[in-house]
């Protein structure tokens, strides 16, 4: 008997499922807002050397404001005051004279910087004086944070194979509070950084269950709403930050505001079930039953102590064995979950650089930041509902194909179009950032139908590892137009086409129940080769030997 079959009986797809999407939509708003965080607290506004200090033998004491910028900072072309850069000596000349003083030497700062706070009431730049040779290090506090992802991807994705998802879940709230509300009180920027590991350490489980456990308790036909539904969130979260940005302009209450939302997370999780699949692949068979029978109250179906006791579900042949602990070992013990996870994680990968490539490098409308930023987190809506249509019309595999071919392929053509025709650039890319959304939805989604219940979690958390990874990466491959201004562009083009490409060698899930243990990975692999009459792409993941239903 497959789980299917009991989660037909209490309906897969009624209130209780769009409960649970509910209870974590909150904690999927936030995530975003954590993710690209580093875009607000991080900014650089304008700055100049602060000259106040300066005295030029008690001459400068005579002067306006304006007189003494003149004489102590050089400028750009544009007449703007260099930001790093004071004359070594006061220039007076130059108040006779138009000239820039481009000729004179120069000293850096000495006396610390000046900020411009129309934007900004404080930010890590101004707070610490992250600008000029320390500019860097504003950037790396997101290099940071996403350690910290990733490293939680490894961790919660174990976690939650060995002690479930709910427990976890909670364990993942508590450490993002905790860390997120301490990093707004750090005292010095090497605290800040490790308190922002933390904090993506502890995010990161909240980003893997909250998909996870949803499409656990969904049927087959649903997978693809539910996972899309879900997916939702990050932009409505994407959306809000640009809006809490704008009316917290200071760093750390910024980060308190957008970490609040997770208390309310905690309170709502009481009423989060735990997966049913997950117990019953541990023997508690008893647990799992009590879950089912609440689903099938909510969607006013029979009960399933009325037709299954639970001696019966206890000798569902979920697991291979039932006292083995899965770990990531078991991503590549076996020929096809070896190949499985090889290409998963080459996907993954991929489009997570893809993604975060084309996102740090299409140029805003000629708006602000805060209304630029909506735009773009606005742009994601329609991209997710274009998944969902062609998830299920044409199948995961080759939309995951499709979305990624066509994302390298606009940003190959952007590469020969003339710079003079920007509206039509800014078009191809915007509709280039709207596949690379929607190749990162499907993935999601792709990923947890293709792992078995024993190792999903490690599967997604191992995947998350590697895109997270892609991430980091991103940047670096944007430095790059040093060395040649089309190289990002040639580079971020061919990795999507590859992956699209690679995408084609996995496994169809589209209308198949999903695997529950290695063995239904293994076996469909073996009947593929004694048996023609099934589609390959079905077997991977539907065994063709049918257990008989109790």
């Not at 130059?94 to 000729?103: E, K, P, Q, R, V």
């Not at 073996?526 to 589609?535: Q, Y």
Request: with cysteine; net charge neutral.
């Amino acid at each position: 008997m497959k789980f299917e079959t009991l989660l037909d009986e209490v309906d897969g797809f009624g209130p209780f499922q769009i409960l649970i999407l509910i209870l974590l939509c909150t904690p999927r708003i936030v995530l975003p807002c954590h993710f690209l965080l580093n875009i607000f607290i991080a900014a650089v506004p304008p700055h100049r050397c602060d000259i106040s200090t300066l005295d030029g033998g008690g001459l400068l004491q005579n002067l306006s404001l304006e007189q003494r910028l003149t004489v102590s900072l050089p400028v750009q072309d544009n007449g703007i005051p260099k930001s790093c850069e004071v004359f070594a000596e006061p220039q007076f000349q130059l108040l006779s004279n138009s000239s820039s003083g481009a000729h004179l030497p120069t000293v850096h700062c000495r006396s610390g910087w000046v900020y411009d706070n129309s934007t900004f009431t404080s930010t890590l730049a101004t707070e610490w004086d992250l600008v000029c040779d320390r500019k860097s290090l504003s950037k790396t506090t997101a290099t940071i944070f996403f350690a910290g992802v990733m490293a939680g991807a490894i961790a919660f994705g174990y976690l939650c194979d060995k002690y479930g998802r709910k427990n976890t879940l909670l364990a993942s709230y508590i450490l993002s509070i905790v860390f997120g509300f301490c990093s707004a009180f750090a005292n010095s920027y090497i605290l800040f950084t490790v308190l922002r590991f933390c904090t993506g350490f502890g995010l990161a489980g909240i980003s893997l269950i909250s998909v996870v456990l949803s499409i656990e308790w969904s049927d087959v036909g649903h997978r693809a709403l539910i996972g899309v539904m879900g997916s939702l969130a990050w932009c409505v979260g994407n959306m809000f930050l640009a809006g809490f940005a704008f009316l917290v302009t200071d760093w750390r209450m910024l980060i308190m505001t957008v970490t609040c939302p997770l208390g309310f997370a905690v309170l709502t999780w009481w009423w989060i079930p735990e997966s049913a699949r997950w117990l019953l692949a541990n023997s508690r068979a008893k647990e799992a039953q009590t879950y089912l029978n609440k689903c099938a109250t909510f969607n006013k179906k029979p009960l399933i102590s009325s037709k299954y006791k639970w001696e019966m579900l206890s000798n569902m042949k979920i697991k291979d064995n039932q006292e083995k602990n899965y770990s990531f070992i078991d991503l590549v013990k076996t020929p096809k979950m070896r190949q499985l996870t090889l290409l998963t994680g080459i996907i993954w990968y991929r489009v997570a650089t893809t993604y975060y490539g084309i996102s740090l490098n299409i140029t805003g409308f000629g708006l602000n930041m805060y209304l630029t930023h909506f735009i773009y987190a606005a742009i994601e809506f329609p991209a997710k509902l274009m998944a969902y249509f062609f998830l299920n019309k044409i199948g995961r595999r080759k939309c995951q194909a499709g979305t990624l071919l066509l994302t390298g392929t606009c940003i190959f053509i952007n590469i020969f179009m003339p710079k003079d025709l920007w509206h039509v650039r800014s078009v191809i890319a915007t509709l280039g950032k709207g596949l690379s959304e929607a190749a990162f939805t499907t993935v999601f989604l792709y990923t947890t139908e293709i792992y078995p219940t024993v190792v999903r979690q490690n599967g997604v958390g191992y995947t998350s590892f590697v895109g997270r990874l892609g991430v980091a990466v991103a940047p670096l491959i944007l430095l790059l137009e040093d060395v040649w201004t089309l190289l990002p562009q040639i580079i971020l083009s061919s990795v999507a086409i590859f992956s699209g490409l690679v995408s084609l060698l996995l496994p169809e899930t589209l209308n198949v129940r999903l695997p529950e243990t290695i063995d239904d990975i293994e076996k469909s692999r073996r009947d593929h080769v004694t048996s023609n009459c099934v589609e390959s792409s079905d077997v991977v993941l539907e065994p063709e030997d049918k257990e008989e239903e109790q």
